[in-house]
């Protein structure tokens, strides 16, 4: 059981790897110097500045931490300070409301709504300027992606789009319905590291990476 506060020096983010992409994000925080480690089970956690929840399918996610008694732990880890941040299926499973569904962590003040741009089929690839994030627009993938439908108090709207919210933070958690780690850029990633405390290596004016991307279709990236 965890009761105090950590003891060791925690310099390293977790990825959550039950489901969904994990080695796109590894290898983001690698090519920015960021220690980096799979999370596949309860004790993973011990010791992290933060954990990444990978998309994926969030019903499959979300009975997994259960089965694996990942859950409890995440949200013992969290009270004592490991940041998170959820894309796409992670940030469903991080809202503290999902349109008719309950709710399964609960850590972050927002609505969200699954699967509201419509089917596989509908997922697309766009950009956007976050000013907080990076000084240049940022290349953003949509995989049957969920809106962000409302934030509550203590919440901040990094990206708001059209009729919804894109990205949004708390201090504790960052959620973003689009996933960085498909695109070359290592903008979120810094950022996030940034959030942990951690000291990424390259500067905010430097994170794109040379990189076979197509930015015409979400299903042609390859990472090198
Ligand atoms: N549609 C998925 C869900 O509702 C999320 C998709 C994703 O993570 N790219 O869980």
Redesign the pocket.
């Known amino acids: 059981m965890v009761t105090s506060v950590r003891q060791t020096v925690v310099d390293t983010i977790g990825v959550l790897d039950l489901q ?1 992409d994990v080695a796109e994000h590894l290898d983001h925080l690698e090519r920015l110097g960021i220690a980096a480690v799979r999370v596949k089970e309860s004790s993973d956690l011990a010791n992290l500045a933060g954990l990444i929840i ?8 979300s009975r997994l931490l259960s089965i694996f008694g990942i859950r409890d732990r995440l949200l013992q880890e969290f009270q004592l300070g490991l940041k998170l941040w959820g ?4 940030a ?1 499973l991080l809202a503290s409301k999902i349109v008719g569904e309950p709710s399964f962590l609960a850590l972050i003040d927002i609505e969200i709504q ?2 509201a741009f419509g089917s ?1 089929l509908d ?1 697309f690839v766009s950009e956007a300027l976050l000013p907080r994030v990076a000084p240049d627009p940022i290349p953003l993938t ?5 809106k962000i439908t409302r934030v509550g108090r203590g919440v901040d709207v990094l990206l708001q789009q059209d009729d919804y919210i894109a990205a949004a933070e708390s201090p504790g958690v960052l959620v973003t319905v689009f ?1 960085p780690e498909l695109t070359p850029s290592l903008a979120f990633h810094r950022y996030f590291a940034l959030k942990c405390g951690l000291t990424p290596f390259m500067s905010e004016a430097s994170t794109l990476i040379d990189s076979p991307w197509d930015s015409r279709s979400w299903t042609r990236y390859t990472r090198l």
């Open positions: 969904g990978p998309g994926g399918e969030s019903t499959c996610l894309t796409c299926a992670g469903i699954r699967n596989q997922s949509f995989i049957r992606a969920p996933h």
